[in-house]
């Protein structure tokens, strides 16, 4: 299907990563079921999840239409409808590299709202790709006093441990999109390149 063996990984793991979410809210909505109406199916859901996406959603549907259950619990049917929802839209999507393209811009834009939250409550409010600047100009400068070319004191990070592993992933999730974006340069001709 893709030919391109940095792509093909980066779509694999983000299947792998969307399944193994899409399991884990089933897994909590039958709890629910189970709780509400005392059933709960007996089955594969791993399987459930990669062979039959759009079943498992009229499942839940109709359990969310046909049933009564409180608020903490129409949260957990709601959260797996999106889920489902968000698994079929890019497992059975017909162009997969878009859809994982889409799901990329997705989880950085969520990651960098959760990090200017976080600076928020120290009083800074910084984007994700502001804190990449800030962290690769201090590690410059710290590796030119190191090897002599600059004076003055280490610097240290403005950053916990859990914000500069954000940054981190944010830097993956980067480089992961311009792996598609230059697959895509590579494989699409213009007119498909304007629908994507």
């Known amino acids: 299907m893709i ?4 792509v093909s990984e980066i779509i694999n793991e983000i299947l ?3 399944m193994n979410k899409t399991i884990e809210s089933f897994v909590q909505v039958e709890k629910v079921n189970k709780e509400v109406t005392g059933r709960s199916l007996e089955m594969d859901y791993k399987n459930m999840v990669l062979l ?8 839940v549907d109709n359990l969310e239409k046909n049933t009564t259950y409180n608020e903490e619990q129409g949260k957990i049917i709601k959260n797996t409808q999106k889920q489902l929802e968000n698994w079929i839209s ?3 999507s017909p162009n997969i590299v878009s859809e994982c393209y889409e799901y990329l811009i997705q989880e950085k834009n969520n990651l960098d709202s959760v990090f200017k939250e976080k ?3 120290r009083g800074l409010e ?9 962290i ?7 590796l030119q006093r190191e090897n002599n070319n600059l004076d003055g004191v280490m610097e240290e990070y403005p950053y916990s441990k859990e914000e500069l592993k954000m940054i ?8 992961k999109q311009e792996i598609i974006e230059e697959y895509v340069e590579l494989n699409y001709i213009e007119d498909d390149e304007e629908e994507f």
Not at 52 to 59: F, V
Request: charged share 40%.
């Open 119 to 121: 600076t928020r409550n």
């Open 52 to 59: 039959y996406p759009s079943i498992l959603l009229e499942y």
């Open 168 to 175: 981190d992933k944010f830097g993956e999730i980067t480089k």
């Open 126 to 134: 910084e984007s994700l790709l502001l804190a990449s600047a800030k």
């Open 136 to 142: 690769g100009g201090i590690a410059l400068r710290n």
């Open 3 to 6: 030919k391109d063996k940095k």
């Open 16 to 18: 792998k990563k969307e």
């Open 90 to 92: 890019i497992y059975e």
